[in-house]
């Protein structure tokens, strides 16, 4: 099956090699994909170009994108079961949740299709008679767009759907692990009315593909979501021809609870935080940091309940969480895990895989508990991107200081993406959220987002938003036209020739 689309048709990749995809529940082989070279990426990028330069689609009205974009969310709702099935196969992650996926992701086109027109542009005053002077948004140009595997059609479509909406071109580039959705979008985007040329898509690994999209002059937007090494190589590969870069680059994101907080309510999402989708979520609340008076209980608590988390592949209805993506990621977890028991923490539950043999052959890992974890630990600093929850307590001998104490800990990190206060204390849920040096941050709630806000991380979690208006703006340039309607010469640098001069 030929998996480049180039200029609007399907094309046979170059010798790129193939990939057999599994899914890493049970290692069964789902699909086989042949995988692009850097000619075929750059092939790509030219077909982007052209399309930009030369062709209707960054002419198009926002009219006639907003309905384009809305047609792709028909044909998500039409034929979500087949895209959540295939979103599954590749990812291992429970069918249920990439049903849920894909009602966000008809909610993201829909969100663009709405905002096509949005903050169309502003006359300025230029202060001054027979000028006028106005700012006007136009598309950056070819895009590169960078998806990881956790969410594949998900982070896809945070890219796709304002990079379409602002009338840019696009060449994308999905998880070598989880591409077949990418390819159902392409196909979705034809149909729906996308020109040819103006959608391109390239599969392969990040360094034979990837890394060509990052470097080309004809390039003038990288957008990737990913982890942070691959942010930096980027950001830096980009900086050659100065290209436009937002970034995504996950986090390590407190969850802190309070003793006066809803402790029920706390632990139960306490849980969700960290163990939904294996914690292979950027947002995910990997950091318990609680008070100590209520610790013993509360973590007493979590172990007893995450010890019962049932773990099983996409199609299991018992199953409340799935496998991790793929073995070497599992190893990778293994070893945060490890380093932290090394380094001083306390298992309280999982640690391990699963003894079930029927869960052999996919890449599972029991929710683990690590209590007495402090902040310098590099299983608390750093992503391991697993079910894999570091417990720290803060105290302190008055309540200025337990906030003080709470926030420093939660704010001892170089990521900055999301975090979560729980308190029944009003006035301390919004000092506490103001203090925290994080993107997103839920007040006795974890996990949930709406287009309509924007999405990104402070520090070293990312440059620029997604989501929102501003997850628009950042596919458009913003060009200020200065029109004298009525030039007449000023003879600064001496006067005109005179007649027969
Ligand atoms: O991601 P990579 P990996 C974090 C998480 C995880 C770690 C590594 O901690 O354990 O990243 O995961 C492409 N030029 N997140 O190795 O490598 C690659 O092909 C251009 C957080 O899977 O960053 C894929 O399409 N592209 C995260 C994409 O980058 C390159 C989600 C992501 O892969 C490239 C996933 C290069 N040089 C992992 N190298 C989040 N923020 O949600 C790789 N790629």
Excluded at 384 to 413: C, K, Q, Y
Excluded at 430 to 446: F, M, S
């Amino acid at each position: 099956m030929p998996e480049l689309f180039i200029d609007g048709t399907w094309r046979d990749a170059g010798d790129g090699g193939s990939r057999e995809i599994r899914c890493p529940a049970d290692g069964s082989v789902v699909a086989a994909v042949s995988e692009g070279t850097a000619e075929d990426a750059l092939a790509a990028v030219r077909a982007a170009r052209r399309a930009f330069d030369h062709g209707p689609w960054r002419d198009t009205s926002a009219l006639e994108r907003a309905q384009i974009l809305h047609r792709v969310a028909d044909l998500l709702e039409a034929e979500k079961s087949e895209v959540a099935r295939r979103e599954s196969l590749d990812t291992g992650k429970r069918l249920v949740e990439s049903e849920i996926d894909v009602d966000d992701i008809v909610g993201v086109f829909r969100h663009y299709a709405g905002l096509a027109n949005a903050d169309s542009g502003r006359v300025v005053d230029p202060g001054m008679p027979n000028v006028s002077s106005r700012i006007v948004h136009e598309p950056v140009g070819v895009c590169a767009l960078i998806t990881p595997w956790n969410y594949p059609l998900l982070q896809t479509s945070w890219k796709v759907a304002p990079a379409l909406a602002a009338g840019n071109t696009f060449v994308l580039k999905p998880s070598e692990l989880t591409p077949s959705t990418s390819i159902w979008l392409m196909n979705a985007l034809t149909e729906a009315g996308v020109p040819a040329g103006v959608a391109n898509l390239v599969l392969g690994s990040g360094a034979r593909v990837g890394a060509p999209l990052t470097e080309a002059p004809e390039v003038d937007l990288v957008s990737f979501t990913g982890g942070l090494e691959t942010g930096r190589k980027i950001m830096a590969a980009a900086s050659a021809t100065v290209k436009k870069v937002a970034l995504e680059l996950g986090g390590k994101n407190p969850n802190i609870v309070f003793a006066d907080a809803d402790l029920d309510v706390a632990l139960d999402y306490a849980l969700t935080a960290v163990f939904l989708d294996s914690g292979q979520v950027c947002s995910g609340g990997a950091r318990l940091i609680v008070e100590e008076s209520i610790h013993d209980d509360f973590v007493d608590e979590l172990v007893r309940r995450a010890e019962k988390i049932r773990v099983g592949g996409p199609f299991d209805s018992g199953a409340e969480t799935g496998p991790l993506i793929s073995a070497e990621h599992r190893e990778k977890v293994e070893s945060y895990v490890a380093a932290g028991l090394a380094e001083g923490a306390t298992l309280r539950v999982g640690g391990r895989r699963p003894d079930d043999p029927e869960l052999d052959k996919g890449f599972f890992y029991l929710p683990t508990i690590l209590d007495d974890c402090t902040a310098d630990m590099s299983v608390v600093q750093e992503e391991s991107f697993g079910p894999v929850l570091t417990v720290e307590t803060f105290g302190g001998s008055s309540p200025d200081e337990f906030e003080d104490r709470a926030v420093e800990i939660a704010n001892h990190t170089i990521y900055g993406l999301a975090g979560a206060v729980w308190t029944e204390n009003a006035g301390r849920a919004e000092r506490v959220a103001r203090r925290l040096r994080h993107g997103t941050i839920w007040i006795n709630d974890y996990h949930p987002y709406v287009p309509q806000a924007e999405w990104g991380g402070y520090k070293q979690s990312g440059i620029g938003r997604e989501l929102g208006l501003a997850g628009l703006n950042e596919y458009r340039e913003t060009k200020h036209i200065w029109h004298n309607t009525k030039p007449a010469a000023q003879y600064w640098f001496g006067e005109p020739a005179g007649e027969g001069a």
